[in-house]
C-alpha cells in the first residue's frame, strides 16, 4: 500500500493565487515526520517544510504552510500568493518513528506551473 | 558552504561496464543515503548508511553496491549497468539524532543513461 499518496499529477494556477498541494499518508506509528520538497527544471531537492506528527500548531515558513489533519491523515501543502518561480515539481515524504535509520518515503509529486 | 557533492552529474554508459557514482559530504553527517528518481515514482531508496561501516538495503536494492569507508563519503557503485538502472540518482545526507526533525539534505543529482 502507498505510504504517501499526491492524488494531483499536476496544477495550474495564476500567478498571485494561492494553491493547495494535496497529500496524505499511511502509518500507524505515532511518531513521524511530514515533509515538503521542492524540485525545480534545474533537478535539486529543495527542502520547503517539516511537520512533527506531535506539533499542535500547523508549520509554517514565508509563504508555505502546512495544513496539518492528523485524524484525516492529510499534510497539504498552502503556497500563499504564488509566484513564478514557484513552477516546480513537489514531493511530500513521511519519516516514520525519531529514531534509527532517517529514511523517507516519498509521494509521486505533483507538478505546478504558475501561468502570468 | 554546507553541502551534499555528487559526480558525475551526467553519464551515458553501456550495458555492463562497470561506473561508481561519488557522494561527499562536508556536515559530518552520520547518516547517509542513495534514491533513485523515476517518472511517476517519486523517490525510492536504494541503500543508506547510519554511520562508517554501517550500510543497510533500502527498497530497491537489487543491481547497487555502497561502502561507507569514511565518514563524508557514500559511492554508490553499478557493478553491470542495465538499461533499467537509466534514472536520476541523488545522495543525501542528515544527522542521525532521535528525531523527526532531522533534515534530509540532497545532493544535485546524477543522471545516467544506460544503453
Known amino acids: 500500500a502507498q505510504k504517501i499518496t499526491q492524488t494531483q499529477p499536476g496544477m495550474f494556477v495564476q500567478e498571485k493565487e494561492a494553491v493547495t498541494l494535496d497529500c496524505t499518508y499511511d502509518?500507524?506509528?505515532?511518531?513521524?515526520?511530514l515533509f515538503w520538497y521542492k524540485q525545480p527544471s534545474s533537478g535539486e531537492m529543495i527542502f520547503l517544510i517539516y511537520?512533527?506528527?506531535?506539533?499542535?500548531q500547523n508549520a509554517t515558513e514565508g509563504r508555505y504552510s502546512l495544513n496539518f489533519q492528523k485524524a484525516r491523515k492529510s499534510a497539504n501543502l498552502v503556497i500563499s500568493a504564488s509566484q513564478l518561480g514557484d513552477s516546480a515539481m513537489y514531493f511530500c515524504?513521511?519519516?516514520?518513528?525519531?529514531?534509527?535509520?532517517?529514511?523517507?518515503?516519498f509521494g509521486q509529486g505533483t507538478r505546478l506551473t504558475i501561468n502570468p | 558552504e554546507a553541502q551534499v557533492t555528487q559526480n558525475p552529474r551526467y553519464l551515458i554508459t553501456v550495458t555492463g561496464k562497470k561506473l561508481t557514482v561519488t557522494c561527499s559530504q562536508n556536515?559530518?553527517?552520520?547518516?547517509m543515503s542513495w534514491y533513485r528518481q523515476d517518472p511517476g515514482l517519486g523517490l525510492r531508496q536504494i541503500y543508506y548508511?547510519?554511520?562508517?561501516?554501517?550500510?543497510d538495503k533500502g527498497d530497491v536494492p537489487e543491481g547497487y553496491k555502497v561502502s561507507r569507508k569514511e565518514k563524508r563519503n557514500f559511492p554508490l557503485i553499478l557493478e553491470s549497468p542495465s538499461p533499467n538502472q537509466t534514472s536520476l540518482y541523488f545522495c543525501?545526507?542528515?544527522?542521525?539524532?532521535?528525531?523527526?526533525?532531522?533534515?534530509?539534505?540532497f545532493g544535485a543529482g546524477s543522471r545516467l543513461t544506460v544503453l
Open positions: 511537520q512533527g506528527s506531535y506539533d499542535e
Open positions: 548508511s547510519m554511520n562508517v561501516e554501517v550500510t
Open positions: 556536515m559530518n553527517h552520520e547518516y
Open positions: 543525501a545526507s542528515s544527522l542521525s539524532r532521535n528525531s523527526g526533525a532531522n533534515v534530509l539534505t
Open positions: 502509518t500507524s506509528d505515532q511518531s513521524y515526520g
Open positions: 515524504a513521511m519519516r516514520e518513528g525519531f529514531q534509527g535509520a532517517q529514511k523517507l518515503v
